[in-house]
């Protein structure tokens, strides 16, 4: 049992694009007829390219964004932690933090249009100005940068064989009546059926699932290269979206999750093991352990405290939680779980979980807070845990790349069944 906090990792790793200004300006020099998706500006390259080469900033930005980008002053893009603003008035262009006043930077004009390339520190996210002549105001925005590397153990390595995943829907529901939903299944390269295999759940599962989401989880892939190094036993996944309800397409904002997630009590749990599983090994024919030691449930948000709910109620069968973001606050009750893990005799539960201390706060409660206390009662009650902590926002971005060091340290107290 331990705790630290984890410094948030400021090195940059992916390109996030606004996509929504592609749709927004239309005017790019791209015709319709190639059909060619849009690509941003490189932000990076272009903090230095702008004051030294303003010519060849000049064509890289309209050849991204056209010239019906720059009239609105709404134009930006961040890649890493590197912002550009692109803007459009007779005079000097400022960029100005409001939340403190600063003056982020004074565009430069290149012709027809002027922009700001600069990077920022790691786990900003405030609202800014675009003030012309230094009090004007033409445009502006909010910003939001978090960013981090992935490990290796994200990424499909050399001679690491894949899992097979297969895609299943489940629309005959006795504990969740009216709901249907998809599921995938991830069976090891190395499962041969003569050990039981580990099992290993995730809730919002098939964006979790997904090998290229360029902000994911990955966690197939994940899974592959844990398994092939010995670091975790062999294990099945299973990966479950919550339910959509009467009406409702695939696709669509699942109606149920919170009345599934944010729960207390069994029902959940039930779910799982009175349908799913025993419908997971009927149909892939597989020999899965019945030792709670052997089968995690994971989940960020009010997933994770669906999967400290599920192992809370059933510890026989899920001695396992890694959760990220946990709603340990009031939408449902799960404001309780800091009281009842001090109150109640210690449950054979390992749990993996991280915070973040710029984490929503709101009607609900604090989630920095919230996870903070059940840090400490895990603490308190001498809980097998560890805890992580970053400086980002709420949402999956950095349980993403934390995940291989989550999953190694869950699955470190099992002999590796190979």
């Given at each position: 049992m331990n705790s630290f906090s984890l410094p948030h990792r400021a090195a940059p790793a992916l390109a996030l694009a606004a996509l929504a200004f592609a749709a927004a300006f239309p005017g790019s020099p791209v015709s319709a007829q190639e059909k060619k998706p849009w690509s941003p500006p490189p932000a990076i390259r272009l903090e230095k390219l702008i004051p030294e080469n303003p010519e060849e900033a000049a064509r890289l930005i309209r050849q991204s964004w056209g010239e019906k980008a720059f009239a609105s002053n709404q134009s930006k893009v961040v890649e890493e932690t590197t912002v550009l603003w692109?803007?459009?008035?007779?005079?000097?262009?400022?960029?100005?933090?409001?939340d403190t006043g600063e003056t982020?930077?004074?565009?430069?004009?290149l012709g027809g249009f002027q922009a700001l390339a600069r990077?920022?520190?790691n786990c900003q996210w405030f609202d800014y100005e675009l003030r012309a002549g230094g009090a004007k105001k033409i445009g502006g925005g909010n910003l939001k940068i978090e960013y981090y590397d992935y490990p290796p153990e994200s990424s499909p390595q050399p001679d690491v064989p894949k899992g097979k995943v297969t895609e299943h829907e489940w629309n005959d529901s006795k504990v969740f009546p009216g709901t249907s939903r998809e599921y995938l299944v991830y069976v090891p390269a190395q499962y041969d059926g003569s050990e039981p295999a580990a099992l290993m759940i995730f809730q919002d599962g098939l964006r979790h699932a997904d090998p290229n989401n360029p902000r994911g989880l990955r966690a197939t892939t994940v899974l592959d290269n844990l398994i092939a190094s010995g670091d975790?036993?062999?294990t099945v996944g299973v990966f479950i979206n919550p339910g959509r309800t009467e009406g409702q397409k695939p696709g669509d904002k699942p109606r149920n999750r919170s009345f599934e997630y944010d729960s207390l009590g069994?029902?959940?749990?039930?779910?799982?093991?009175?349908?799913?599983?025993?419908?997971?090994?009927?149909e892939h024919d597989l020999k899965l352990s019945d030792d709670p030691a052997m089968r995690a449930i994971a989940g960020g948000s009010s997933g994770c405290a669906c999967a400290w709910t599920a192992a809370w109620e059933r510890p026989d069968q899920f001695g396992k939680?890694?959760?990220?973001?946990?709603?340990?606050?009031?939408?449902?009750?799960?404001?309780?779980y800091p009281s009842l893990v001090r109150k109640t005799e210690r449950k054979p539960i390992r749990a993996a979980l991280l915070g973040e201390h710029n984490d929503v706060v709101n009607q609900f409660g604090s989630w920095p807070l919230a996870n903070q206390q059940m840090e400490a009662a895990l603490d308190f009650s001498d809980y097998d845990y560890r805890y992580w902590w970053g400086d980002g926002f709420h949402g999956s971005t950095h349980a993403a790349v934390m995940l291989p060091e989550m999953m190694r340290w869950l699955w470190s107290d099992v002999k590796n069944n190979q």
């Open positions: 692109v803007g459009q008035a007779e005079q000097p262009i400022e960029v100005v933090r409001l982020l930077g004074t565009m430069t004009d990077t920022l520190p975790i036993p062999v069994d029902a959940y749990v039930r779910f799982l093991l009175e349908e799913i599983i025993p419908a997971v090994e009927k939680v890694l959760g990220w973001v946990g709603t340990f606050t009031n939408i449902r009750g799960a404001n309780v």
